[in-house]
């Protein structure tokens, strides 16, 4: 829709018309593009996954040796489950 200033018709101006790109102008640059970032978060899962393994396992072993450890992995295994 453009805005133009109908009180005063010899100045109007058509505001649409100046916010369009010139034509053959590049599109503009976006900050978050994805290109190279796929090592990183591969990494980073990677890593996250490793110590996720290690904690279930570590967990499980305490688990093993102390049976009454069970109560808090329920309680906090509980607690992330009702996490908003």
Same mark, same amino acid.
């Given at each position: 829709?453009?805005?133009? !200033? ?5 100045? =109007?101006?058509?505001?649409? %018309?100046?916010? &369009? $790109? ?13 290109? !190279? ?5 591969? =990494?980073?899962?990677?890593? %996250?996954?490793? &110590? $996720? ?20 992995? =329920?309680?906090?295994?509980? %607690?992330?489950? &009702?996490?908003?």
């Amino acid at each position: 829709m453009t805005n133009i !200033n109908m009180k005063q018709p010899e100045t =109007a101006i058509d505001t649409d %018309a100046h916010t &369009l $790109a010139a034509p053959g102008a590049k599109a503009p640059h976006h900050k978050g593009s994805k290109k !190279n970032t796929g090592t990183k978060n591969k =990494a980073k899962r990677r890593a %996250a996954k490793a &110590l $996720a393994y290690f904690a279930l396992i570590f967990t499980g072993l305490l688990v093993l040796v102390e049976p009454w450890l069970l109560i808090p992995v =329920a309680a906090l295994v509980l %607690a992330i489950s &009702l996490w908003d």
